[in-house]
Each structure stands twice: as C-alpha cells, then as structure tokens.
C-alpha cells in the first residue's frame, strides 16, 4: 500500500496524498454467495477452470483472474489475451467433446 501512495504522490505534483495507511487487523471474506460472484454467473468458465469446490474456489489466484474477466474488469490487453483462448478453445474444442 505504502508503494502504491508513493506512486499516486509521484504523480501529482500539485497536491499531497494524505491517506494513512494502518495495518489490517481483522479481515472478513466475503459471504460465498459474493465470492467469484461473476464467474459463477458465467457457467462456460467455471467449467474452463475445473468447477472447483467453493473453498478452492475462494483461494484460487486463476478464478479471482476469470471473475475480473467475465466481469470486464481487467486491462483491456489482458481481457483479448484471455478472449483470444477462450475463441482458440472453441474453435479446436474441447477435448471432452472430441468423443462424442
């Protein structure tokens, strides 16, 4: 966080950024209903990353990656990276298709 106020201060020149950074005491997760809450809306990624039970689910650096992209959230060259698989993914198909 200290970093991320040197930088912001870096870049207004005019102005002093006065937000105080304390250490976190308690942290509260989110209710599993809120959790990945995108990507749960987006069956066709869950399944891209494994339907992982809800506790992995909650822990996983990839799902917290594919909820800030079903929900558009993610830099745009990150958002073509990841539509450009997924369109790649399609068009081969999956390999649980190939056989039926």
């Known amino acids: 966080a200290s970093i991320s106020k040197e930088r912001e201060q870096a870049k207004s020149k005019s102005s002093i950024v006065t937000t105080q950074i304390q ?25 891209l990353i494994g339907n992982l039970p809800e506790e992995e689910l909650e822990r996983s650096t990839v799902a917290a990656r594919m909820n800030s992209y079903a929900a558009e959230l993610c830099a745009s060259r ?6 450009a698989k997924i369109n790649d993914i399609i068009r081969k198909g999956w390999p649980v298709f190939r056989d039926i």
């Open 78 to 83: 990150i958002q073509r990276q990841i539509d």
């Open 23 to 47: 250490p976190l005491e308690t942290f509260y997760p989110a209710e599993p209903e809120h959790q990945k809450f995108e990507l749960k809306r987006k069956p066709f990624l869950l399944h």
